[in-house]
């Protein structure tokens, strides 16, 4: 009874909510980096490479023997440097991706948080905060003045 308890204060208190509301956004923005990534930014450079595929890149140690009937005995023994390639080159596209996407979000933060541009509504919390902070520096201003 006590662990019901536990997990209903958890689930009350809202970290269960703020969970479940990350982890939706997440997955949606997976899908917008995934579909950026590969319909975007990977066809120019697949125009580049020529059509070249990466996955079948690899260094063969030992061939695969096969019977007459053309069944396989042994497989082939080989390391796919190729794939490794092309995930590397996926990370790397990825994460330029979602660097650029939050550049784009931190500047666009930035300048909601701006008191003096007047283009963006600013938030009423930091309009009031940037008022508090230039009632204080006039405040201080003035003691200084009487000392």
């Known amino acids: 009874m006590k662990l019901f308890k536990e997990f209903k204060e958890f689930a009350v208190k809202g970290n269960m909510m703020d969970m479940a509301i990350g982890i939706i956004i997440g997955a949606s923005f997976n899908k917008v980096i995934d579909v950026l990534v590969k319909k975007i930014f990977l066809p120019p450079l697949s125009l580049l490479t020529d059509g070249v595929n990466f996955q079948n890149k690899r260094i063969i140690l030992k061939d695969a023997v096969s019977d007459a009937s053309g069944t396989v005995l042994t497989d082939e023994v080989a390391i796919g440097y190729g794939a490794l390639g092309e ?13 650029i996407v939050v550049k784009f979000m931190n500047r666009l933060r930035n300048k909601a948080q701006d008191t003096k541009d007047t283009t963006v509504v600013t938030p009423k919390d930091i ?3 940037s008022h508090l902070t230039e009632l204080m ?8 003045a009487k000392q």
């Not at 996926?90 to 330029?96: A, L, M, P």
């Not at 520096?137 to 200084?144: R, V």
């Open 87 to 99: 995930a590397l080159l996926d990370f790397i596209i990825i994460g330029f991706t979602v660097f």
């Open 127 to 129: 309009e009031l905060l």
């Open 137 to 144: 520096e006039e405040q201080n201003a003035l003691l200084k």
